[in-house]
């Protein structure tokens, strides 16, 4: 079965630092991964998305995430953190047993302080 | 292209109802996905359907029912409500195939008492 990590259930970062959201996922064929944002009471916004095209993505919002299949990875970074960037995180892996179904890591809450 | 909307936003029930939930796709998205979010047990897949049958399905109890129109808009039932289905429940639609992202709608606010 597949299935998500995602290490820190909170992260907090200095306006302008460097964002870093982990994910690692465990699949037994090649993933669709996915990063998505969820802004208090509201849905999911998709980020990125890795479809086996190229190994470093690049997503909305200056956001970009890197495949490494050695290391079952697949982290979210951001070079400065802005105060919008401020809500959850989740990262999502689909293939088996079907695309269309979304298995979602426990998500990372990054709080961004002036 | 106006997003995925939900209907209604907010919904307070007492255990032993049943509710319906309303989801109306992006225009021209066939496949339609379900997820129950809730601080113990996180996002968890419901169900999908596409073209008006369920092709996929979760980990949840036959209570939790769903069905999808000739319009592509898909609606969920919860029978016999107990206080453990507060949650939020998001629809998602997509085109459907490989790689394909699913978009989410703002989520409907189930609360049972």
């Known amino acids: 079965a597949q299935s998500v990590t995602q290490l820190g259930s909170h992260v907090s970062v200095s306006e302008g630092a460097l964002v870093l959201l982990r994910c690692n996922y465990s699949s037994s064929v090649p993933p669709y991964l996915f990063w998505y944002v969820q802004y208090p009471n509201q849905g999911l916004q998709l980020l990125l998305k890795y479809t086996s095209a190229a190994t470093l993505v690049k997503g909305i919002n200056g956001f970009e995430a890197e495949f490494k299949k050695s290391e079952t990875s697949f982290h979210l970074t951001k070079p400065s953190a802005h105060m919008s960037d401020a809500a959850e995180y989740f990262c999502?892996?689909?293939?088996?047993?079907?695309?269309?179904?979304?298995?979602f890591g426990t998500g990372t809450r990054l709080l961004v302080s002036p | 292209k106006a997003g995925v909307t939900q209907t209604p936003r907010y919904l307070i029930k007492t255990r032993g109802q049943q509710v319906t939930l309303s989801c109306s796709p992006i225009?021209?998205?066939?496949?339609v996905s379900w997820y129950q979010q809730t601080p113990g047990q996180g996002l968890q897949f419901l169900f999908e359907y596409f073209s008006e049958t369920q092709r996929n399905k979760g980990n949840f109890p036959g209570r939790f029912s769903g069905r999808q129109f000739s319009n592509s808009r898909s609606e969920m039932n919860v029978s016999t409500l107990e206080l453990g289905d507060s949650a939020l429940y998001l629809c998602a639609s997509s085109l459907r195939g490989e790689g394909g992202e699913q978009f989410f709608g703002p989520g409907t606010r189930l609360t049972v008492l």
């Open positions: 225009s021209g998205h066939r496949s």
């Open positions: 999502a892996v689909s293939g088996v047993p079907s695309f269309q179904k979304l298995v």
